[in-house]
């Protein structure tokens, strides 16, 4: 394993490309900053994201050229800037979530119905099964610093299909070293919007963001995943029952 965290190498061109994508998004979703800001503010501060994202592109984490995960970097980078200039023109990291949340389910519902259904079905093949138990057998020999590292959990005899649970998450990592813990369970919730979108059931009462020892994801082919907003943060108590008359953080 290598102790330092290494970073990607982007071209000119490449770090172009992911700042275009980056416009598009938000573009699609831009209408909580207009709702928080105004239209003229808002213009300015999508501007001032795709400087701080193009900034932050070369610290994005190398974690291996086929990880899929690398896709979470990204989605982190891109919240992170956005949280960056949120705070800086007064606002708070709930609006950076709410950017990230319908960043998220704008992207979504761009993809037929039918194609995330099957891509929904897909992640239950045996196929794609084999390949996570793979994935995280690698992911146990550290590679690469600043990675995910997690097991999969099987799910007979248990009311979910199968599950994965995290002990290190790149995303955590990430956005510590930046200084931007706050930021990290508003991302977490782009988990919900995706398994609702894709017709998953997932259930899941840890995440490694709330300070717990893991995250564990249990997921159920064909259920229903709702996912609200504000998030309701079930995962903020580590899986104990919350206190009677305990107010949300």
Known sequence: MGSEVQVRRVSRRKADRMVRS???ALKRSGGSLVERFGEETAATMRQEMLGEYRRLIPEIPDIG????LSQALDLAARALAGFRVILAHGGAVEDAGKVVHRMARTTFERIPGVARSAIGWYRFSRLRLRMLERAARRSRERRYAGDWVFEVV????EPFDFGVDYTECGVVEFLHARGADELTPWL???????AEAMGIGLRRTKTLAWGCDRCDFRMTKGA???ASWPPLFAERTCGEPAAPGAAPD
């Open 224 to 226: 229903t995943t709702t």
């Open 22 to 24: 980056f416009e598009r």
């Open 154 to 157: 099987d799910g007979d005899g």
């Open 188 to 194: 977490c919730d782009i988990d919900y919007v995706m």
């Open 65 to 68: 050229r086929w990880n899929t």
